[in-house]
């Protein structure tokens, strides 16, 4: 079925790719020559930049050359500072308003080591009116768009079926939709059939409801349920893309030195919508994927990445079919 959609690929290449999700965030990322629990630490670099997974992969896709609007929740004087930092960022956003203060989450880093530290905010709640001002807005954008990518956990504060509305719409219109998420959010939708099912190893094991250790069954099971195709991302470690046809691992491209992988799962996403809109197969495509995600761990800001090395990486990475 991929196959035969790519030339809907190119006729809808100048229409949005709507990147829809729900907690985006403001992130900080420090840098430190070591971090020293319970001591004053002072940073060296302070890189401020707008983030959550559907603003990763939205800024991604830009990067990458592709037009995309980033859909999500967003308020309070951080939701200022968000929209303001969308538009440095030269990348489109259809926030939905709310009386919540938009989260902000911390990266630390320590140069000498590596060693990275998350602190993470968790987002407010929406309330029910600002969750239905989000579907109505979203269900018109989607009608306008090329492509649906949904990206993120559910929140505890919307239903399972939550991203079911948005499926079954983008189904209805033949609109091709992809999906990165898991657990209940995932399984309520693969009926619907997203051209691609993204998630990371450990993430797959915990939603396939038999939650087995092999992961070409974990991911045929996916499938069975309604996905056409299953990327597993698994870190630096190789991906592993099964379509109905066969299955393949994709290494992660090497580079000189990791500084932040925070986001190189979005940008794997991101990366592999952009090849499909260049005209790629899958397989290639998931090779650029990776290569966006590899480029996105050599950076210190997230979805920031150099789109030239991105697509160098890219070619220095071989598929191994399984």
Same mark, same amino acid.
């Given at each position: 079925?991929?196959?035969?959609?790519?030339?809907?690929?190119?006729?809808?290449?100048?229409?949005?790719?709507?990147?829809?999700?729900?907690?985006?965030?403001?992130?900080?990322?420090?840098?430190?020559?070591?971090?020293?629990?319970?001591?004053?630490?002072?940073?060296?670099?302070?890189?401020? $930049?707008? @983030?959550?997974?559907?603003?990763?992969?939205?800024?991604? +896709?830009? !990067? #990458?050359?592709? %037009? =995309?609007?980033? /859909?999500?929740?967003?308020?309070?004087?951080?939701?200022?500072?968000?929209?303001?930092?969308?538009?440095?960022?030269?990348?489109?956003?259809?926030?939905?308003?709310?009386?919540?203060?938009?989260?902000?989450?911390?990266?630390?880093?320590?140069?000498?080591?590596?060693?990275?530290?998350?602190?993470?905010?968790?987002?407010?709640?929406? $309330?029910? @009116?600002?969750?239905?001002?989000?579907?109505?807005?979203? +269900?018109? !954008? #989607?009608?306008? %768009? =090329?492509?649906? /990518?949904?990206?993120?956990?559910?929140?505890?504060?919307?239903?399972?079926?939550?991203?079911?509305?948005?499926?079954?719409?983008?189904?209805?219109?033949?609109?091709?939709?992809?999906?990165?998420?898991?657990?209940?959010?995932?399984?309520?939708?693969?009926?619907?059939?997203?051209?691609?099912?993204?998630?990371?190893?450990?993430?797959?094991?915990?939603?396939?409801?038999?939650?087995?250790?092999?992961?070409?069954?974990?991911?045929?099971?996916?499938?069975?349920?309604? /996905?056409?195709?299953?990327?597993?991302?698994?870190?630096?470690?190789?991906?592993?893309?099964?379509?109905?046809?066969?299955?393949?691992?994709?290494?992660?491209?090497?580079?000189?030195?990791?500084?932040?992988?925070?986001?190189?799962?979005?940008?794997?996403?991101?990366?592999?919508?952009?090849?499909?809109?260049?005209?790629?197969?899958?397989?290639?495509?998931?090779?650029?994927?990776?290569?966006?995600?590899?480029?996105?761990?050599?950076?210190?800001?997230?979805?920031?990445?150099?789109?030239?090395?991105?697509?160098?990486?890219?070619?220095?990475?071989?598929?191994?079919?399984?």
């Amino acid at each position: 079925m991929l196959f035969a959609r790519r030339e809907s690929f190119i006729l809808c290449a100048m229409k949005n790719i709507l990147c829809l999700g729900l907690a985006p965030a403001i992130q900080r990322t420090l840098l430190f020559p070591a971090f020293e629990k319970g001591r004053v630490n002072r940073a060296t670099e302070c890189h401020v $930049s707008p @983030a959550g997974k559907s603003v990763n992969t939205g800024i991604a +896709l830009r !990067r #990458l050359g592709q %037009s =995309s609007v980033v /859909a999500a929740f967003n308020g309070g004087m951080a939701g200022r500072v968000m929209s303001k930092l969308m538009k440095e960022w030269d990348t489109p956003a259809c926030f939905t308003r709310t009386a919540g203060e938009t989260r902000t989450c911390t990266t630390l880093i320590e140069s000498n080591t590596g060693v990275e530290t998350e602190l993470v905010e968790e987002a407010k709640p929406a $309330s029910e @009116a600002e969750v239905a001002a989000f579907v109505k807005g979203n +269900l018109a !954008r #989607l009608r306008k %768009s =090329s492509m649906l /990518a949904i990206s993120g956990t559910l929140a505890p504060w919307v239903s399972a079926d939550f991203y079911a509305q948005f499926a079954a719409l983008a189904m209805e219109l033949n609109i091709p939709w992809v999906i990165d998420s898991h657990g209940r959010g995932l399984l309520a939708v693969l009926g619907m059939k997203p051209l691609i099912a993204k998630l990371n190893r450990d993430e797959l094991r915990k939603t396939v409801p038999a939650n087995s250790e092999d992961l070409l069954a974990n991911a045929r099971e996916l499938m069975r349920l309604g /996905a056409q195709n299953v990327f597993v991302t698994d870190g630096p470690r190789p991906a592993t893309l099964v379509t109905p046809e066969a299955a393949w691992e994709i290494p992660a491209p090497d580079i000189d030195k990791v500084i932040n992988p925070i986001g190189s799962g979005d940008c794997v996403t991101a990366g592999t919508i952009a090849g499909l809109f260049e005209g790629m197969s899958l397989l290639e495509a998931a090779r650029l994927g990776q290569g966006c995600g590899s480029a996105n761990a050599a950076t210190h800001v997230p979805a920031f990445f150099d789109p030239a090395v991105a697509r160098k990486l890219a070619k220095n990475t071989t598929p191994r079919p399984l």
